[in-house]
């Protein structure tokens, strides 16, 4: 079993910046991919960002440029810093963790971007 607890999320006006942190504890093997997703109401869950334990980064086209996914040293916290928020990326945003076969979701985490 893996746990995921996500937190950093909030209100920011447009143009603002957060930072997510997703800490995963219990039984983390080595090789995974810990990735960040987002859902907006009505719309479906959209990878936002990955990073695989070797370090190697991917990005959702709409956030190239404006987020950042990162990890610790200990490979066993995620973030994700957010920056030049819009509107449109207001979402609850989830944390993933993936080996193998294997995938846990964290409980999400409410980002609202306003006006």
């Known amino acids: 079993q893996v746990q995921l607890v996500e937190s950093g999320g909030g209100l920011v006006q447009a143009g603002g910046s957060l930072r997510l942190s997703c800490r995963a504890s219990?039984?983390?093997?080595?090789?995974?991919?810990m990735s960040w997703y987002r859902q907006a109401p009505g719309n479906q869950r959209d990878l936002v960002a990955a990073?695989?334990?070797?370090?190697?980064?991917d990005y959702a086209d709409s956030v190239k440029g404006r987020f950042t996914i990162s990890r610790d040293n200990a490979k066993t916290t995620v973030y994700l810093q957010m920056n030049s928020l819009k509107p449109e990326d207001t979402a609850v945003y989830y944390c993933?963790?993936?080996?193998?076969?294997?995938?846990?979701w964290g409980q999400g985490t409410q980002v609202t971007v306003s006006l």
């Open positions: 993933y963790y993936k080996t193998g076969q294997v995938k846990y």
């Open positions: 219990g039984n983390i093997l080595s090789i995974n991919v």
């Open positions: 990073i695989t334990s070797g370090g190697a980064t």
